[in-house]
């Protein structure tokens, strides 16, 4: 599994999800702390990509299908958008899943014709629609995720906290993409 974004408070999740399910899992980021930061809670392998669109893309492409291995990655989670994901989905394994879970790289384009090629799904993942849609499932999901961080497993990765009147000082360090996990303001 490749997970881009692995540094953030939603590519942390997904990387110890996928590891207590058993996958291997290479964290994707765009700094080397970022990825060490994946390292540390459970990813196997690690790759930095560049925080910005390079110009030759078929570069970072190289590098992401030589940290998956010949084959490809049987899932990407995509948290990222933007840029990132056409490079991405160059990635999946002949009938892998391209998970799309948010944009904070901004909306991509996606070529069509890559998961015709790949023969793969593109699924995007809801949170608020599956809890509406499947609130048996969710609760089970969430017993699941509580026992994980009882037993020591799951953490939500929180690297900063700030007070309420210093939430300025937790923007900024979002909004310049130095935020690495879960960055929190106490109210």
Known sequence: MLVLGAGGGVGIAAVQV????????????????????????????G???????????REVATVLKNSVGTRGADVVIDPVGGWLSETAIRCLAEGGRYLVLGFTGGIPSLPLNLPLLKNCDVLGINW?????????????????????????????????EFSLHDGGKAIRILADRNAVGKVVVRI
Do not use: M
């Open 128 to 160: 608020r629609t599956f809890l509406l849609q499947q609130g048996p499932r969710n609760d089970a999901n969430r017993r699941e995720l509580h026992r994980w961080y009882r037993e020591g497993i799951l953490s939500p990765g929180i690297t900063a």
């Open 47 to 57: 790759v930095i990509y560049p925080c910005v669109a390079p110009e030759d893309r």
């Open 18 to 45: 996928a590891r207590n399910l058993g996958a291997h899992v290479v964290a994707a980021a765009s700094s080397e702390e970022k990825v060490n930061f994946a390292r540390r809670h459970g990813a196997g392998g």
